[in-house]
């Protein structure tokens, strides 16, 4: 079953552009994941935020989450080509040896 | 150091026959996930492994199955297969158990089309 619902379903943006994906989801989590997959290869883990955290950083990647709202927002800034994939967000419980649960993910298309 | 390795990356199968994908994770992590991609469910949870043991299973009928061994590394395997278990599986790997908590670092995935 999906945890996550990631908005939009797909977005198309120019290079340079930001780009910014949301998610939510319906229980309480222990953390968020987002992670990326490009043209139906593996995922690639991009950040990980725990449930007492609301902002986190890597590189071009910002990652809010809002716990009060069950929401979660990736902003791409300056985005690439190569950011061109599926991103999904990916929601944990507190139990250890519980699945991560994804959501069915924003294809996002970056043109030059 | 290795990533996690999927063979074969490839598969084509007949309905009725029976399948074993194989998974190998980066060395030193002990937890092996296993996760199904269709167009149309999306990513869904097969089973966890850790030390050898099945630590949690996805509502997936009894025709999946899983094993790991004492190295880490892990396979599943389908009998009896249908037309809908064509799909990308994913193996993921962690350093500890519950890679819920910790994040996960997934293969290639295996392409596996049944007609």
């Known amino acids: 079953s999906q945890q996550g619902e990631e908005d939009p379903q797909a977005l198309s943006i120019q290079e340079g552009e930001n780009a910014t994906m949301n998610c939510s989801y319906k229980t309480s989590i222990n953390n968020l994941q987002w992670y990326r997959q490009n043209s139906g290869r593996g995922l690639v883990h991009l950040i990980l935020?725990?449930?007492?955290?609301r902002e986190k950083h890597s590189g071009r990647l910002r990652v809010t989450l809002d716990t009060s709202k069950k929401s979660s927002s990736l902003l791409i800034t300056a985005s690439r080509a190569a950011d061109t994939a599926s991103y999904f967000c990916a929601t944990a419980d507190n139990q250890a040896g519980t699945a991560l649960i994804f959501g069915k993910g924003t294809t996002l298309s970056v043109s030059s | 150091k290795a990533g996690v390795t999927q063979t074969p990356r490839y598969l084509i199968k007949t309905r009725g026959q029976q399948v074993t994908l194989s998974c190998s994770p980066i060395s030193g992590h002990r937890s092996v996930s296993w996760y199904q991609q269709t167009p149309g469910q999306g990513l869904q949870f097969l089973f966890e492994?850790?030390?050898?043991?099945?630590?949690n299973k996805g509502n997936f009928p009894g025709r999946f199955s899983g094993r790991q061994f004492s190295n880490s590394r892990s396979e599943m395997n389908v009998s009896t297969l249908e037309l809908g278990d064509s799909a990308l599986y994913l193996c993921a790997s962690s350093p500890g158990q519950g890679g819920s908590l910790l994040g996960y670092t997934f293969g290639s995935g295996t392409r596996l089309t049944v007609v």
């Open positions: 935020i725990r449930s007492n955290e």
């Open positions: 492994y850790f030390s050898e043991t099945q630590r």
